[in-house]
């Protein structure tokens, strides 16, 4: 599968800006991709005024999200401030080329920055089939709780898109690897760059990891798009000669 990871700077809670230059990106991809991935909240940046800038569960963006996935035969993720039943939701789209769209609500909301005050968690995890492959896409601070991320449905790709502060880089770093590494499986960190409305300061480093911790693509900073091919039956030959995850726990999430 071809992958496409958009690191970008994000205009401060303006999301027909932030529509109109991701369009430019993803125009601009040469050859064929099966996937894009956007960061967290990528039509406002990681705000905590979700009452000025939510939109509808079908809104603006995730219009959006349906003609660029059918205008470029591909699938496309990411995840915007929605409203929906008087509760502002961090939600995770994945819209596949049909219009055909899966949502996660983000379970682990970043209470250091409040977020739990402002949104709703969500509580059930995604699995995505798409093109034979098994997709668990999860959001930002997902990444510091393996257990929920614990792949005991077998799946191939592992997905965290983020706004994840340049003072935390060695933390983003180190656990995408470990996730990886823990789950044998593909994982994808997509990250902003820039500065954000309060200040704070995202060096990127997107990356793509195999499922044995070494890098498909190594940590990038810069503003870029990057364009990478997976191989499902190189994992499947992984986890035949390093039969791990047999030997997994049990257990239940509450």
């Not at 949502?103 to 209470?111: A, I, W």
């Not at 005991?152 to 983003?172: F, G, H, K, M, S």
């Not at 590494?181 to 060096?203: K, M, P, Q, W």
Request: glycine fraction near 6%.
């Amino acid at each position: 599968m071809k992958i496409s990871v958009i690191q970008t700077s994000l205009i401060w809670e303006n999301p027909e800006a932030n529509r109109a230059n991701f369009t430019q990106k993803i125009n601009s991809i040469t050859g064929r991709t099966d996937l894009i991935i956007l960061p967290e909240m990528f039509a406002t940046g990681f705000t905590m005024n979700p009452h000025a800038v939510a939109e509808a569960a079908n809104g603006a963006s995730v219009q959006w999200m349906k003609q660029t996935a059918a205008a470029n035969d591909c699938a496309i993720t990411g995840s915007l401030v929605i409203e929906e039943n008087g509760n502002y939701y961090n939600r995770l789209y994945f819209v596949l080329p049909d219009g055909e769209v899966k949502t996660y609500n983000k379970r682990h909301l970043f209470s250091f920055a409040g977020e739990d005050k402002f949104y709703t968690a969500g509580t059930e995890k995604l699995i995505v089939d798409y093109k034979s492959w098994k997709i668990c896409p999860l959001v930002c601070y997902d990444l510091r709780f393996p257990v929920f991320a614990r792949n005991v449905e077998e799946y191939d790709l592992l997905i965290y898109v983020a706004n994840w502060p340049q003072i935390r880089t060695l933390a983003w770093d180190s656990l995408l690897r470990a996730r990886a590494i823990e789950n044998l499986s593909y994982t994808i960190g997509v990250n902003r760059v820039g500065e954000d409305g309060n200040g704070h300061a995202y060096s990127g480093h997107s990356q793509v990891i195999d499922a044995l911790g070494g890098y498909v693509t190594e940590p990038f900073e810069n503003d870029d798009i990057v364009t990478v091919e997976l191989n499902r039956d190189t994992l499947l030959e992984t986890r035949k000669k390093f039969a791990f995850l047999n030997d997994r726990d049990s257990f239940e999430i509450v």
